[in-house]
C-alpha cells in the first residue's frame, strides 16, 4: 500500500491550497484518512481526520479554516486549507486508517511521504 500526497507549495498568508492524498496497492476498503504536520522544530501532530461513514474531527488549530474530506470510490482524502497563517508551514502528512486490501481480514495504518506547505509574503 502507498499513499501518496499532492498539492503542497508556496503561498501568501490569507491564500488557499488543497492538498490531496490517494491510496494505491490492491485495496478493498479504507477506514479512514487522516492529515498530521509537522512544524519546524516540533512533534508531528494530528489536525484533521475523516471516516469513510462520514464524521470529521478538527485540531482547534484549523478548526473554520481547514476542510477535510474523503471519495471513497478513489481511496483518496483532500484538504481544502484557507485562510492560510505562517504558522501553518509545515510538511503535511497524510495517513490511511485501517486499510484493508484485497484478502486481509484485518487493516493497517500507512504513512504517505508528505507534502512541503510553505505560507510566506
Known amino acids: 500500500v502507498v499513499l501518496v500526497e499532492s498539492g503542497g507549495g508556496l503561498v501568501q498568508p490569507g491564500g488557499s491550497l488543497r492538498l490531496s492524498c490517494t491510496a494505491s496497492?490492491?485495496?478493498?476498503?479504507?477506514?479512514?484518512m487522516a492529515w498530521y504536520r509537522q512544524r519546524p522544530g516540533k512533534e508531528r501532530e494530528s489536525i484533521a481526520v475523516?471516516?469513510?461513514?462520514?464524521?470529521?474531527h478538527y485540531d482547534d488549530s484549523v478548526k473554520g479554516r481547514f476542510t477535510i474530506s474523503m471519495d471513497n470510490a478513489k481511496h483518496t482524502a483532500y484538504l481544502q486549507m484557507n485562510d492560510l497563517k505562517s504558522e501553518d508551514t509545515a510538511t503535511y502528512y497524510c495517513?490511511?486508517?485501517?486499510?484493508?486490501?484485497?484478502?486481509?481480514?484485518?487493516?493497517?495504518?500507512?504513512w504517505g511521504q508528505g507534502t512541503q506547505v510553505t505560507v510566506s509574503s
Open positions: 496497492g490492491n485495496i478493498f476498503y479504507v477506514n479512514g
Open positions: 495517513k490511511g486508517l485501517g486499510v484493508r486490501t484485497v484478502g486481509d481480514d484485518y487493516g493497517d495504518d500507512y
Open positions: 475523516a471516516t469513510a461513514s462520514g464524521p470529521t
